[in-house]
């Protein structure tokens, strides 16, 4: 079994920051990709970020020079810190990320729960 907790979301006024964190648990063998996705009300889900585990990262557009994604492989954890938020980046922040537990197969996609980022003074 593999769990995904992302944590970190709340209310931020405009130009604030937060700092997401998404931690895997259960029985892990190997993570490749790791990303956050993002879910404004009435839209679809879209990609933020995302980052493979030797560290090459792919940043959405309307993030560049304002979000950094990160991860710490031993502790199988990602995090995303936010920086001079706006209102339209107000959301459900989900992390995903493609996980084997064992050495066979290319893994599975797992999501966490979500957290809510609200951007309004």
């Known amino acids: 079994q593999v769990q995904l907790v992302d944590s970190g979301g709340g209310l931020v006024q405009p130009g604030g920051s937060l700092r997401l964190s998404c931690a895997a648990s259960g029985s892990i063998f190997s993570i490749n990709v790791m990303g956050w996705y993002r879910q404004p009300p009435g839209k679809e889900r879209e990609l933020v970020a995302r980052?493979?585990?030797?560290?090459?990262?792919t940043d959405a557009d309307f993030v560049k020079g304002r979000f950094t994604i990160s991860r710490d492989n031993t502790k199988n954890t990602m995090y995303l810190q936010m920086n001079s938020l706006k209102p339209e980046d107000t959301a459900v922040y989900y992390c995903?990320?493609?996980?084997?537990?064992?050495?066979w197969g290319d893994g599975s996609f797992y999501w966490g729960q979500g957290t809510q980022v609200t951007v309004s003074s």
């Open positions: 995903g990320a493609m996980i084997k537990t064992t050495k």
């Open positions: 980052i493979r585990s030797g560290g090459e990262t």
